[in-house]
């Protein structure tokens, strides 16, 4: 199941760097995004969420990030 989760995760990573116009038309300007990033920092940020979204889903898939956060966090839980 994990397997089909990541899959689709990893399909909506890339559908955000490939609509990144799309969704900054619909959204208009992110304030935070545009004051860290400089000007167009609303792009930079869309193509900074979809690499993440897609990274993560991708060690999900694979279950390094469960590895990662058990041997992280699991100390405090």
């Known amino acids: 199941m994990q397997i089909i989760q990541g899959l689709i995760g990893m399909t909506a990573g890339f559908l955000i760097l490939i609509f990144r116009a799309r969704l900054k038309d619909l959204t208009g300007a992110i304030g935070f995004a545009e004051r860290y990033f400089g000007v167009g920092g609303t792009w ?6 979809g690499v993440a979204v897609f ?23």
């Not at 930079?44 to 969420?49: C, E, N």
């Open 55 to 77: 990274i993560v889903s991708l060690m999900w898939a694979l279950g390094s990030l469960q590895g990662f956060m058990f041997s992280t966090f699991g100390k405090f839980l």
């Open 44 to 49: 930079t940020f869309y193509a900074l969420l």
